[in-house]
């Protein structure tokens, strides 16, 4: 029995990055056979990046779990000593380093072995083989071994591929978009009620106070305010929260595509949830043919984009998803579908893929994933959009007890410099103006047009490919300093 997971793991990442037009990366095939209770292999030296798995031995074993934490791992129940192969398809990269470091860690029982072999399209030839017996330290838990594997072996066995870094003549472009929330009504306005400010709690459910006070989405006015700020900011576009046909988000988002064709700037829907998946084709389809011939619909190769949230892409499967863009193909509908999620079963269905929101991720995680994501994302054609925010706190009644402190900024610059150093195509923001969350980067009374300011900076300098100073003053030039000096939080000092 076979058992086939997809991932994006990057089980090793040198925090600094540097500018490059193309990259090499070495497709290999790493067998994993352990009989101890868990195993972990760790990586330095160089990158290893897994697309996908399969447990090809041993995928009945209780309690099971494969790749832990972004881990090359093998967990099992307490003293099991099941035999277990796992077969991970991987890439080789930043081999900047004499040789590729392998560290085993693992239970006091039983072996662990690696193996690296060249892929089987490539023949599937031994590379090298490391295994790791009983107890190498017994004053250390985790039981570590540390191997070493030439890179000139590396290169010598496996013909690298050649993956070129994005630039505004690449698929897709660069370009910056923020995700927008038009779901705010007043009783002055064209909606006539008051829709998600609340008058009844004493901050009207918004963590912060928008400088142009508790607004109507559906005024014309504000939203050619919002499209002007954000122009002048270097955003190109909204992705405008969208919750079904004739929502109060669906009637904004024809007053936001008239008034954004006016002023020829770019917007598209984020679709935000669906019960069934006939119910997505049906939406799609009132999408595409109520919204997408209108100039400003945002389109890649002539395709119009849509954004789908992680609500609803973890509801349904990949093969569901794969149903529902069939069903629209067979309509005759084009699509350009971006998911949300950093998994590599989710490239198998969409075109693209993002995450919505990365506050809960430490900086070092987020590099990692985003890193990987966006290498696997050109190495299958798709579209990366690596997103940024300035912090998190929610500001309505019953609201998660997570908050990200903005730091003065520095939260906002330490996610715009893990976002550059991804090489994405497009970089999304994390948001315009959703109050509720504290997320917003429109004008308040708190911070004024600070945001925005700091937004144009660092889509100047991404656009232009530069890198910007050492503004914490701790030595590490910005283009390779994740973590700068957080006010309050001296333990993420220079990570």
């Known amino acids: 029995m076979k058992a086939a997971v997809l991932l994006i793991v990057l089980a090793a990442l040198s925090l600094y990055s540097y500018a490059l037009s193309a990259e090499e990366i070495y497709p290999v095939d790493i067998l994993l056979n352990t009989t101890s209770d868990w195993t972990d292999v760790t ?17 009945s074993t209780p309690d099971l779990a494969v790749m832990r934490h972004g881990t090359l791992s093998i967990e099992k129940k307490q003293f099991d000593t099941t035999s277990v192969v796992v077969r991970f398809h991987a890439y080789v990269t930043d081999l900047t380093a004499s040789a590729l470091c392998i560290t085993i860690s693992k239970g006091h029982i039983g072996a662990t072995t690696i193996a690296f072999w060249t892929t089987e399209s490539a023949g599937a030839r031994l590379i090298a083989t490391y295994i790791h017996k009983g107890v190498a330290n017994t004053s250390d838990p985790s039981n570590p071994r540390t191997f070493s594997l030439s890179t000139a072996k590396i290169k010598s066995a496996v013909a690298p591929q050649v993956v070129q870094v994005p630039s505004d ?14 779901w705010y009504g007043n009783p002055e306005g064209p909606s006539g009620h008051w829709v998600h400010w609340n008058p009844s709690s004493p901050n009207r459910n918004a963590t912060h106070t928008p400088v142009a006070g508790y607004y109507d989405s559906q005024d014309p006015a504000t939203i050619r305010q919002h499209i002007s700020e954000a122009r002048a900011a270097g955003i190109d576009g909204f992705i405008v929260s969208w919750w079904g046909k004739g929502t109060f988000e669906d009637r904004s988002f024809q007053v936001i595509l008239d008034v954004a064709a006016q002023e020829r700037f770019a917007v598209t829907v984020y679709y935000e ?10 939406d799609v389809s009132y999408i595409l043919l109520r919204y997408a011939s209108n100039p400003s619909f945002l389109t890649v190769d002539g395709a119009p984009v849509i954004f789908f949230y992680g609500r609803v892409t973890d509801k349904f499967s990949p093969q569901d998803w794969k149903s529902v863009f069939d069903a629209l193909h067979l309509q005759g509908r084009k699509l350009f579908a971006i998911g949300d999620g950093l998994r590599s079963d989710l490239m198998a269905v969409f075109q693209g893929i993002h995450t919505y929101n990365p506050v ?8 990692q994933q985003y890193k990987a994501a966006s290498l696997l994302a050109r190495i299958q054609g798709d579209v990366f959009a690596a997103t940024v925010t300035p912090g998190f706190e929610e500001g309505f009644q019953g609201a998660s007890d997570l ?3 903005r730091a003065d900024g520095d939260t906002y610059r330490s996610f715009w410099r893990v976002a550059r150093a991804s090489e994405p195509q497009w970089i ?4 315009f103006n959703e109050w509720h969350e504290g997320s917003e980067i429109e004008p308040s009374a708190e911070f004024y047009t600070f945001y925005l300011e700091l937004t144009a900076e660092e889509v100047a300098a991404w656009k232009a490919g530069e890198s910007v100073d050492d503004r914490d003053g701790d030595g590490v030039p910005d283009a390779k300093d994740y973590c700068p000096d957080y006010p309050g939080k001296p333990e993420t000092n220079g990570c």
């Open 428 to 431: 999304l923001i994390t948001s």
């Open 273 to 282: 949830d669906a019960q069934s998946t006939a119910q997505i084709v049906s």
């Open 169 to 182: 003549t690449s698929f897709g472009g660069k370009k910056v978009l923020a995700f927008y929330y038009p």
């Open 360 to 367: 809960s991720l430490a900086i070092e995680d987020a590099a």
């Open 403 to 405: 908050v990200v402190d």
């Open 43 to 59: 990586f330095s030296g160089g990158n290893v990046l897994v697309h996908s798995y399969e447990v090809t031995t041993g995928s």
